[in-house]
């Protein structure tokens, strides 16, 4: 039996979820980017709600970014604490993994997925993906992308998610969309879903090596 805890708070959005034996209980708060001060007292809801203790849990996952530095900043911290607290080993999810993922979940006839969030100064964080019911598969690895030079991939039939479709025009002069959705946001449930293979595999970190991933070095929100 394995229980995961998982926080995403890379975006606008903030949850956590917990994977218990292939079930996931979830809380998900969408924009106003209240994140430091939200993200604890959902932790301590959901395992109330859940009935069982941090002492329970066998692993953390968490959204290592890309995505707004605060909000990356944040699950990175608050998953150290946890795991340092407990000894627990920490998986480090791609959070335009699980944007994908995410919008698959939104949109199951549509398995390739371009997760895009808009990273402010005129650039995007890009990633694509063929997403399933038990994962994603990279196609392109995430970046930091110029949209009117975002690389060239075959297929029509695409689906554009997350925050960066407000370069859509861009993208689909390169790209041929078959929908758009900017309101996907990646959720703690998919980071969850991700980062199980990561643990039954031993692909973890001890708290400390538990780093963001920010494809940028200057600080923008």
Do not use: K
């Not at 996931?24 to 009935?51: M, S």
């Not at 997403?131 to 991939?153: K, M």
């Not at 002069?173 to 959705?181: F, H, M, N, P, T």
């Not at 980071?191 to 963001?212: F, I, K, N, S």
């Amino acid at each position: 039996m394995t229980c995961i805890l998982a926080l995403e708070t890379a975006t606008d959005a903030c949850s956590v979820a917990l994977y218990r034996n292939g079930d996931i209980q979830e809380r998900f708060e969408p924009g106003a980017r209240r994140q430091t001060e939200r993200i604890l007292p959902l932790v301590d809801e959901l395992l109330a709600e859940a009935g069982v203790t941090l002492a329970a849990v066998d692993a953390l996952a968490f959204g290592h970014g890309p995505g707004a530095f605060t909000g990356v900043r944040v699950a990175t911290s608050v998953v150290q604490g946890l795991a340092f607290a407990r000894d627990l080993p920490v998986a480090g999810v791609s959070t335009l993994a699980a944007c994908a993922l995410t919008a698959f979940d939104r949109y199951p006839h549509r398995a390739r997925v371009w997760a895009a969030f808009d990273a402010r100064m005129g650039e995007l964080y890009l990633g694509a993906y063929q997403c399933g019911p038990d994962g994603v598969v990279p196609l392109l690895a995430d970046g930091l992308f110029d949209p009117d030079a975002v690389p060239e991939l075959d297929g029509d039939d695409w689906l554009l998610a997350g925050s960066g479709a407000v370069y859509r025009e861009q993208i689909a002069a390169r790209v041929r969309l078959a929908e758009v959705d900017a309101e996907v946001a990646p959720r703690a449930g998919a980071v969850a879903r991700l980062a199980l293979p990561m643990v039954g595999q031993g692909r973890t970190v001890p708290a400390e090596q538990a780093q963001p991933v920010y494809l940028r070095d200057r600080v923008v929100n």
